[in-house]
């Protein structure tokens, strides 16, 4: 067997019509949806991100508010441009890039976002709707992701999932989103014994770890879909003396013999975290308008 290769970058090109698309309609009622982006200290990694966002944001349409903070700001004065940023009717979406400095509580700041306006959906207000079954903002790693299951797979009632990784930004999210899927959905971590069988149970596996190499194919139930979203940067001495290149967090080479589809890196789950950012950002305008959620752009 070989696997299909799952395009997220071009379905990520379709959200982006389709983001396009409703800003056009929003447009027409004067109405411009704004993203603001907040980068505190110099990752060289963010930067690319927050680079691509402003790019996709200006071309989609909407506007793109970028707010960069020295490595050394304090939490408070953070926490000030948070809440300007709430009270800017200019902006519909806050993301503050993660990590923060270690002298800055995380959790204090997210949740210093008006839950309206966190397109992250990393707010614990947006994390316990996700949890209960309310409507919520959820997070764009995730979304991406559920996108993808589903057009690859359809209905996913009842399929075994396992996800490997329980951060707050992607592991339980996608736990959450799969098991509202009706899956069956085990959560795997660093304390997870046995964990090949555990993963070999999985007819869905999104792995969320952080470390190249990870996921070997004899983990891999035969015919599983596999979601790689691990994104790690590995010396590639063949693109010449000091380059980079990106992989994974699967053996991709490997698994794609034994699984029906999986998603590259790059070119699979990045691409469809900064469409779903955009789409996040249409919906929370639309709803801060009094306008209905747009049904393309949400799950
Ligand atoms: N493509 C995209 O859009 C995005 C990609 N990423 C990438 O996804 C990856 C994960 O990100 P994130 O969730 O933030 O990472 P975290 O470091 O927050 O979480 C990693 C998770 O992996 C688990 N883990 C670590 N080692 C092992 C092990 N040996 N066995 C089993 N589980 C293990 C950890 O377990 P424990 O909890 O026990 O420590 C933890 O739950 C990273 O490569 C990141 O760059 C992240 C966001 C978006
Ligand atoms: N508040 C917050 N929200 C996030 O969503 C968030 C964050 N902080 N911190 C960092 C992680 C990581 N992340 C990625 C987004 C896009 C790509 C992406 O576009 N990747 C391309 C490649 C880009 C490249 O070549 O560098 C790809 O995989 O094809 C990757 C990673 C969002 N994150
Ligand atoms: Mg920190």
Not at 160 to 172: D, F, P, Q, T
Request: hydrophobic share 40%; charged share 25%.
């Amino acid at each position: 067997m070989t696997a299909a290769i799952i395009d997220g970058k071009a379905f990520a090109g379709e959200i982006r019509e389709r983001v396009a698309n409703q800003v056009a309609r929003l447009k027409e009622m004067d109405i411009v949806p704004g993203l603001a982006v907040v980068l505190v200290g110099d990752d060289p990694a963010s930067e690319i991100y927050v680079r691509n966002k402003n790019r996709q944001t200006e071309e989609a349409g909407m506007a793109s508010f970028e707010h960069r903070l020295g490595e050394d700001t304090e939490e408070q004065e953070l926490v000030e441009l948070v809440r300007r940023l709430n009270a800017d009717p200019q902006v519909h979406g806050i993301l503050v890039q993660l990590p923060l400095p270690d002298h800055i509580d995380e959790n204090l700041v997210i949740n210093a976002i008006d839950p309206a306006k966190d397109v992250d959906g990393f707010h614990v207000i947006n994390a316990g709707r996700l949890a209960t079954g309310q409507s919520a903002m959820v997070p764009c790693t995730p979304l991406g992701c559920l996108l993808m299951l589903r057009d690859r797979l359809g209905d996913l009632s009842g399929r075994e999932a396992v996800v490997i990784g329980r951060s707050n930004i992607v592991g339980k999210p996608m736990a959450q989103l799969l098991l509202r899927e009706n899956c069956t959905v085990t959560v795997c971590h660093s304390r997870t014994r046995d964990i090949a069988d555990v993963v070999r149970r999985g007819e869905i596996v999104v792995a969320a770890v952080g470390r190249r190499d990870f996921v070997p194919a004899d983990w891999i139930r035969r015919g599983a879909t596999v979601i790689d979203v691990g994104i790690n940067r590995i010396d590639a001495p063949e693109k010449g003396e000091g380059k980079t290149r990106l992989v994974g967090d699967v053996q991709f080479d490997a698994v794609k013999d034994v699984a029906d589809a999986i998603t590259p890196v790059p070119g699979g789950v990045g691409p469809m975290t900064i469409a779903c950012l955009l789409a996040n950002t249409v919906t929370a305008c639309c709803l801060s308008h009094g306008l209905p959620a747009p049904q393309d752009l949400t799950v």
